[in-house]
């Protein structure tokens, strides 16, 4: 008898035990890190984008420095709102859209409304390129 009792609680501890390991596929994947080739790719792509896009809305080489240089102030932006831990994310992404669209309104007043729209238009279909390209 005393044998069938430890048998079954031997049993017991064990069953408990399994149960309480973590399942590895349960946890999360870790996020994918990019090797240099692949940054260096990025950027490279990201360019080529990006001056497609003034070839298609036909802006001067001044006015492209005015797409740089908001582009850049709105990077610097996003990243001193997520630096701010006082924000919540609502309020962060409130910030950040008010911002974008104070530099979009400040864009379109320096290239004009259809320089500004073409050159929307083109981003809009690059990124609906790369969404269709991408397999689900």
């Given at each position: 008898?005393?044998?069938?009792f430890?048998t079954?609680?031997?049993?017991?501890?064990?069953?408990?035990?399994?149960?309480?390991?973590?399942?590895?596929?349960?946890?999360?994947p870790?996020?994918?890190?990019?090797?240099?080739?692949?940054?260096?790719?990025?950027?490279?792509?990201?360019?080529?984008?990006l001056?497609?896009?003034?070839?298609?809305?036909?802006?001067t080489?001044?006015?492209?420095?005015?797409?740089?240089?908001?582009?850049?102030?709105?990077?610097?932006?996003?990243?001193?709102?997520?630096?701010?831990?006082?924000?919540?994310?609502?309020?962060?992404?409130?910030?950040?859209r008010?911002?974008v669209?104070?530099?979009?309104?400040?864009?379109?007043?320096?290239?004009?409304d259809?320089?500004?729209?073409?050159f929307?238009?083109?981003?809009?279909?690059?990124?609906?390129?790369?969404?269709?390209?991408?397999?689900?």
């Open positions: 008898m005393k044998n069938l430890a079954l609680f031997a049993f017991c501890i064990s069953f408990t035990a399994v149960q309480a390991q973590e399942k590895t596929a349960d946890k999360a870790q996020e994918k890190t990019m090797s240099k080739e692949e940054k260096e790719a990025a950027k490279a792509k990201k360019e080529a984008d001056q497609e896009a003034f070839k298609v809305a036909g802006l080489a001044e006015e492209q420095q005015l797409v740089r240089k908001s582009a850049a102030a709105r990077s610097a932006f996003s990243r001193k709102l997520k630096e701010d831990t006082s924000l919540s994310d609502e309020e962060r992404k409130a910030k950040d008010e911002f669209i104070s530099e979009n309104d400040n864009l379109k007043e320096k290239l004009g259809e320089k500004f729209k073409a929307k238009g083109a981003q809009k279909a690059q990124k609906a390129q790369k969404e269709a390209a991408q397999p689900k």
